[in-house]
Structure formats: C-alpha cells, structure tokens
C-alpha cells in the first residue's frame, strides 16, 4: 500500500457505491463493507514543531449534528499501530466500523512515531543511538492535541476515549488532568502495578542493559508473543485463518522502512518500556486512579499475559470517585482479543458502554479527588 501522506481526504460511501474521488476502505480492494460512513483523514500538527499527528474519523452519514455523547477517540498500544489494530475488517468490518455504525463518530489518533504519523528523527538513526523516546507523558501531548482538534473541528465540548494496553495508561492521566474533556473512559487491556507489588516498592535490584530509543518487531515474534500463555488446546481456533497474515502484512506495511531488514521488522518507540522500569517497576503509577471521575469502564480477557486479569483486579476498587464504573472479564482471548475470534465479545461489552452516554453524565464541575498514588514525576 502507498503511504502517501494527505491533508485532508474525504469518502463517502452509499449503497456501496464510492462518491467521485473517493478511495475504496477494503484493503484488499473488495467492496467496502461499511456502506453509509463517511471517512475522514486528516495530519494536524503536534505541540512540537515539525510533528505531525494522523488522525481517522468514521460516522454515519445521516449524522448531521455532532454530540460529545456519541464522539469517542481510540488511542492504541505500545507496539503496533492504531489503524491496523481498530480499523482493520476482519470478517467484513473493523471495530472502528463496528461502533460508527452504532450511531458514533469515532476517531483514533496514531501518537508520533507510529502508523501514518511523523517518526521523530531518533528512529532514523541506529537505535542504540539514542536514548528511548516517546515516554507517557509526550504521548498525553498528542493525545491532547488531538482532543482539542475533535473539538474545535466538531464544535464539541467533550468526548469518550477508548485505551488499549499503554493507551490506557495515556487517556487516563489525561483524563485526570482534563476531566472537563471526557465524558466516559474505556480502559481495555489497562496496565497496572505487578500483582503483589504496593505503591512505592522498591524498584527491581538487578542490573537492566540500557534500552534504545526503539525496538524491531518481526511478524514471527509478534505471532509468538500473540500465542504466549494460551492453552495449547485453544491456540489452533484462537485466531481465524488468514487474519494474523492480513493483521502483519498491514501492520508492517505502516513502516516504510519495514522492507529494509529481512525478514521485514516494524519499528516501535521504547518510551513506555522506559517508563516501566521508572515508574511501574518502582511502584509509581503514571496516573492516580482515584482522580478519575468519568464513568469508566475495565475490561480485558482471561489469557493476557501483558496485562494480566490480577492487573485490572488491583486497579478496579482504586477508581473511587468515578460516577459508575465496570469490570469486565472475557473468556477465551489475549491481550490481542481485538483481533481474534470473540472479538465480537469485546466489541459488545463496551458499546454497550459507551451507548449509555447522554443518560447518566455527570454535570461539572465534579467533585474533588481524593489522591491515593503519586503521579508520574512525584516523589
């Protein structure tokens, strides 16, 4: 696929017909599936100079009126891309067409050095080059940026987010800081203090190489990883015939240096990896639990071996001053359950989330926080 950057393209799809200029949402060049969505890409600029931000939107084309209630922005893991992990059709839709179709205009943002966004200048460089970039707090940067984009470009006040894996750790603390901004928070996959390990431990005694400013992911690792800690009688069904193919050929195909290397590799920024060792391993949470005060919803799958169910268990009795909020456990799925057989699980538990807003919101100013972890930065 040709990765050519655009300011601004618009598609619009009705009754399977593509509007003049338009370009086909199917990868693989089939007829798109998500018949009366409108899409929208565009690049905005970062808080730095000379980043740019990708962002995509879906929604209906019968929705006229922009509503905070029904715009939700995704923000995506540590490793892979955005667009390949919530707007890839599987089996005819993506979750991002899943959630438009509900009567929503979802985004997602790919923070920088991901997907379609700018790489920073590190990642051009060996890796052992640099010290490790893109830590949690330059991606709440991003996330912000794009926040007030959605904004201002839908004439909106407020909006839902939805974070995987590391994304939960960035919408979270940026929900704290901007609780004025969000209406409810999705946290699928959320990272955690280790199971047993109380806020301010002490950090790890042994001896840890530097890291880079970023990784190398092949398609094999990812697989391996992917299937690490799932019972062997269940790895066969676990993901559908051809969809870890199309899953890795997209997702390295986001990386125009992918074809460099042999076998192809994807490159990652090792920020949060960084964070891990001074924050998580030392028992400082990057955020604090308790000033969230959106609804809020946990959720994950029971053979996650990057986010372990004991993670979410841990984190669910902290969220004391949130207005409502949900765990969720799924059966028979990773911490990649997006992308596998009972995605359709996950995608319904938290649509039917999400679907709850506009009925229950709390008016703000809301009520102060009462802290119970030192944030990221703290002592």
Request: one cysteine or more; hydrophobic letters at 40%; proline letters at 10%.
């Amino acid at each position: 696929m040709d990765w050519v950057r655009l300011a601004t393209s618009m598609m619009t799809i009705a009754a399977g017909i593509l509007a003049p200029g338009a370009v086909p949402l199917a990868a693989d060049g089939a007829a798109p599936p998500n018949a009366s969505l409108i899409v929208e890409d565009l690049h905005i600029p970062a808080a730095d100079p000379g980043i740019e931000l990708f962002l995509r939107s879906k929604r209906p084309r019968a929705m006229t009126t922009p509503r905070s209630e029904r715009t939700l922005l995704f923000v995506s893991g540590s490793t892979y891309p955005a667009e390949t992990s919530f707007d890839l059709p599987l089996d005819g839709r993506s979750w991002m067409d899943e959630i438009a179709l509900h009567g929503w205009d979802v985004w997602f943002v790919e923070l920088r050095g991901y997907g379609r966004s700018t790489r920073p200048p590190e990642m051009d460089a060996p890796p052992e080059a640099n010290p490790p970039i893109v830590r949690t707090e330059t991606a709440v940067q991003d996330l912000a940026s794009a926040v007030d984009a959605i904004r201002a470009r839908r004439g909106i006040e407020r909006l839902s987010l939805l974070g995987w894996s590391w994304g939960t750790s960035v919408v979270a603390r940026y929900t704290v800081a901007h609780p004025a901004k969000v209406v409810r928070l999705a946290l699928y996959g959320p990272r955690w203090l280790r199971p047993g390990q109380g806020i301010g431990a002490e950090p790890q005694t042994t001896e840890q190489e530097p890291l880079p400013s970023y990784r190398r992911v092949t398609a094999a690792e990812a697989h391996a990883h992917w299937l690490d800690g799932v019972p062997a009688a269940h790895r066969a069904d676990l993901i559908p015939p051809g969809w870890f193919e199309r899953w890795a050929s997209a997702t390295l195909a986001t990386d125009p240096q992918a074809g460099r290397s042999d076998p192809p590799t994807l490159r990652a920024p090792n920020g949060t990896m960084a964070d891990v060792r001074a924050f998580w391993d030392r028992g400082r949470p990057v955020y604090d639990p308790a000033g969230i005060t959106v609804p809020t919803l946990l959720i994950g799958a029971e053979w996650d071996r990057d986010t372990p169910p004991a993670m979410r268990q841990a984190l669910f009795p902290l969220l004391v001053n949130t207005p409502d909020k949900r765990y969720v456990e799924l059966g028979g799925g990773t911490h990649m359950i997006c992308l596998e057989r009972n995605r359709h699980a996950l995608f319904g538990a938290v649509q039917a989330f999400l679907d709850e807003a506009g009925s229950d919101v709390p008016e703000f100013p809301v009520r102060k926080a009462n802290r119970t972890a030192p944030l990221m930065g703290e002592r």
